[in-house]
């Protein structure tokens, strides 16, 4: 059962957390209550050694259509900068397990820039992702002008910022922004099937993967891969590591603690 009133949580006996974004009548809009469940489960799910993947979504209309405009029209400067408003989004960022977002319909703005903090995103044919902050006023606030950037390259990121314009599914597909594009009634099912592949992984290696992967955004080449080497050699002071090539070995699966 879920405590919380926007979103709703479930954890599997797969290991794998489901939380939906709950608030169907506003297409998902991220108000500081979502934010503030979002903070909770995420580090609840960070926390629970049962739990080994996670898998975000919306509703089929909306995964998110933005920030609250509602809750933040009438905002001043002081307002928001002593809020540090969106700062609490970098706790979400820094979940150290791996999470999913599993988009269809609407990722606008916030809602685009939240699917863009997870490791990857997996879309519906419906999927439409955009930036449309510009027609507001503003910029994006969570992420996205840096995100975007980095996953589909400045022509694209620019042309989606500077017009609002949305990108489909498909074009998402073939500029990087999304892992994978499957029909909007098979979503659930495709990201839940491979969160369960990712929650059957040794739980450290998943972990390590993530934080190298991570660290190529922030680090030159050859900081990186000294990075990557120090993490690689780290592991071979765990034991799923020996059960792991043990495994491989012997021809069976590997059966991790995950220490
Ligand atoms: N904030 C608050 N409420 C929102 C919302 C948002 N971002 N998006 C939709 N809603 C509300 C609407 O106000 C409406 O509520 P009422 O029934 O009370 O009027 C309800 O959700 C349904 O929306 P629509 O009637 O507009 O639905 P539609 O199907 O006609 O249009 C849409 C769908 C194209 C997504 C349209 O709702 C829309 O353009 N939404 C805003 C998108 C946007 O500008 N997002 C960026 C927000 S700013 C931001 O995110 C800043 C940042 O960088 C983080």
Same mark, same amino acid.
């Given at each position: 059962?879920?405590?919380?009133?926007?979103?709703?949580?479930?954890?599997?006996?797969?290991?794998?957390?489901?939380?939906?974004?709950?608030?169907?009548?506003?297409?998902?809009?991220?108000?500081?209550?979502?934010?503030?469940?979002? /903070?909770?489960?995420?580090?609840?799910?960070?926390?629970?050694? #049962? !739990? *080994?993947?996670?898998?975000?979504? $919306?509703?089929? @209309? &909306?995964?998110?259509?933005?920030?609250?405009?509602?809750?933040?029209?009438?905002?001043?400067?002081?307002?928001?900068?002593?809020?540090?408003?969106?700062?609490?989004?970098?706790?979400?960022?820094?979940?150290?397990?791996?999470?999913?977002?599993?988009?269809?319909?609407?990722?606008?703005?916030?809602?685009?820039?939240?699917?863009?903090?997870?490791?990857?995103?997996?879309?519906?044919?419906?999927?439409?992702?955009?930036?449309?902050? /510009?027609?507001?006023?503003?910029?994006?606030?969570?992420?996205? #002008? !840096? *995100?975007?950037?980095?996953?589909? $390259?400045?022509? @694209? &990121?620019?042309?989606?910022?500077?017009?609002?314009?949305?990108?489909?599914?498909?074009?998402?597909?073939?500029?990087?922004?999304?892992?994978?594009?499957?029909?909007?009634?098979?979503?659930?099912?495709?990201?839940?099937?491979?969160?369960?592949?990712?929650?059957?992984?040794?739980?450290?290696?998943?972990?390590?993967?993530?934080?190298?992967?991570?660290?190529?955004?922030?680090?030159?080449?050859?900081?990186?891969?000294?990075?990557?080497?120090?993490?690689?050699?780290?592991?071979?002071?765990?034991?799923? !590591?020996?059960?792991?090539?043990?495994?491989?070995?012997? @021809?069976?699966?590997?059966?991790?603690?995950?220490?």
């Amino acid at each position: 059962m879920s405590q919380y009133e926007t979103i709703l949580v479930e954890k599997q006996s797969d290991g794998v957390t489901l939380v939906t974004l709950n608030r169907p009548k506003a297409l998902n809009a991220l108000n500081s209550q979502v934010l503030g469940e979002l /903070i909770e489960a995420f580090a609840d799910y960070d926390g629970d050694d #049962s !739990q *080994r993947c996670l898998v975000l979504t $919306g509703s089929e @209309k &909306a995964f998110a259509a933005g920030a609250d405009i509602k809750e933040m029209q009438d905002q001043g400067f002081a307002d928001m900068y002593k809020a540090n408003f969106f700062g609490g989004w970098e706790k979400v960022t820094a979940t150290r397990k791996p999470w999913i977002a599993a988009v269809a319909g609407y990722a606008l703005g916030g809602g685009c820039e939240v699917a863009m903090m997870a490791d990857f995103i997996i879309a519906a044919d419906s999927a439409k992702f955009g930036q449309p902050e /510009i027609k507001l006023g503003v910029t994006p606030g969570m992420g996205g #002008s !840096q *995100r975007l950037t980095h996953a589909v $390259g400045k022509a @694209k &990121a620019m042309h989606m910022c500077l017009t609002g314009e949305m990108m489909g599914a498909e074009e998402a597909l073939s500029s990087g922004l999304v892992a994978k594009v499957v029909p909007a009634d098979k979503l659930l099912d495709e990201a839940m099937a491979t969160a369960r592949t990712i929650a059957g992984m040794a739980p450290l290696a998943a972990m390590a993967n993530k934080e190298m992967v991570n660290a190529a955004y922030e680090m030159t080449l050859a900081e990186g891969i000294k990075f990557e080497r120090r993490l690689f050699h780290g592991l071979f002071g765990t034991e799923d !590591q020996s059960e792991g090539m043990k495994a491989f070995v012997e @021809k069976r699966p590997g059966n991790w603690k995950g220490k």
